[in-house]
């Protein structure tokens, strides 16, 4: 959409991922993580089945960068703060122009699906003015299959997918070289914690008792995400990850975490102190058979003084192989492919969620009228 590049103009994030770090290799940028909904438009344009046909078109992604036009609504203020709705003008647009009406009255919109590059509270609000844009309480929003970082487990028409990483793949052989790497690198640390205290956001959080017992223990690490901007700079986390058997992924201003899906490319076995952080969540992207892959251990037991270390001691080195095993099978799958090739390489992100949207977009179609000459299976 045209009014994308505003949105960018006037965001004051950058967009942008910069050049490669040399430690890690080539595949690897500065991806800002709430960058999504321009990593998955760059992605989805190499998508093999796309039409610029409408009739054709099985279903229909819109190109909105809502979560970036988010930041105008969420923080801004006076003479400053939009008059209109956040995503008012996208409605507009699906109402008047006559080719985008005619696809969204088809269905009523159920075969239009949207990325939102941040968590459903940013997008959720209310009439007494509680935090958020209120775009999710749209009607024609609720039609639509959204997509976010962090989805609303009750909600019926939102799914979380992975967030973007600083690994994007341009090729088979960049991916085959980091699956290398994870594999064979050594791993001289038990466990480690990646992030900051945050008393102000997380009061009944368990960050500060994660931290008294990893700064106590010789066999973890801590990196201080207070001190070192982690956000924007992958390669000292992505190091600590990958010399570490285990990675802390507590919850955060909400709670997923970016995190997560470093340590699952890094080949570190996450351990998980709330169900929402993961399982309720990444249901595309993620094996079901969390045991496999993870460690959890409800918030509860760290409050009650349980000891982290001695649980994780109890696991035996072929079983921390077998579960690295199965988180380096999840690489592909989780990361979004590089830009700058059009070689096919695996069946990333955007493959895994397009094939669900279809699904899920096949099923509401059965439930619905269809109209005569629909049996397509493209994107438009």
Not at 33 to 60: G, I, N, Q, S
Not at 171 to 191: H, M, N, Q, Y
Not at 206 to 230: G, M, P, T, V
Not at 333 to 343: I, L, M, Q
Request: glycine residues 6%; neutral net charge.
């Amino acid at each position: 959409m045209e009014g994308n590049v505003s949105i960018l103009e006037d965001s004051s994030k950058s967009v942008a991922v910069s050049s490669s770090s040399p430690f890690l290799g080539s595949g690897w940028y500065r991806t800002d993580p709430y960058m999504l909904e321009v990593v998955f438009h760059r992605r989805l344009l190499r998508y093999a089945c796309l039409t610029k046909d409408p009739e054709m078109a099985d279903a229909f992604f819109l190109p909105y960068y809502t979560g970036i036009d988010a930041l105008r609504f969420l923080y801004g203020s006076g003479a400053s703060k939009p008059k209109e709705r956040h995503g008012s003008e996208l409605v507009k647009w699906l109402k008047q122009d006559a080719i985008a009406k005619k696809a969204w009255q088809k269905f009523d919109g159920r075969d239009h699906f949207l990325v939102m590059g941040r968590t459903a509270w940013d997008f959720d609000g209310s009439a007494d003015g509680g935090w958020g844009t209120g775009i999710l309480h749209i009607p024609e929003y609720e039609s639509m299959t959204i997509l976010l970082i962090e989805r609303e487990p009750w909600s019926v028409n939102q799914h979380a997918i992975p967030y973007p990483t600083s690994f994007h793949p341009s090729s088979a052989s960049e991916l085959d070289g980091w699956i290398r790497k994870v594999r064979s690198v050594a791993r001289p640390t038990l466990f480690t914690f990646v992030g900051s205290l945050r008393p102000e956001l997380m009061k009944n959080g368990i960050r500060e008792a994660l931290i008294d017992q990893c700064s106590s223990s010789k066999n973890c690490q801590l990196l201080d995400c207070k001190r070192l901007r982690c956000s924007h700079n992958p390669q000292p986390i992505i190091e600590t990850f990958l010399h570490s058997q285990f990675c802390l992924q507590p919850r955060g201003d909400t709670a997923t975490r970016r995190s997560l899906f470093d340590s699952i490319i890094s080949g570190c076995i996450p351990v998980l102190f709330h169900n929402d952080t993961a399982y309720s969540q990444y249901k595309w992207h993620l094996p079901a058979e969390a045991h496999q892959w993870s460690v959890y251990m409800y918030e509860e037991k760290i409050r009650g003084g349980a000891r982290l270390e001695d649980a994780l001691l109890q696991y035996t080195q072929e079983t921390i192989d077998a579960m690295r095993n199965a988180l380096i099978d999840m690489i592909p799958r989780t990361v979004y492919a590089g830009f700058s090739s059009e070689e096919e390489i695996h069946e990333d992100a955007v493959d895994v969620t397009v094939g669900e949207v279809l699904k899920i977009v096949s099923k509401k179609k059965r439930k619905w009228p269809t109209p005569p000459g629909s049996n397509s299976t493209d994107i438009h």
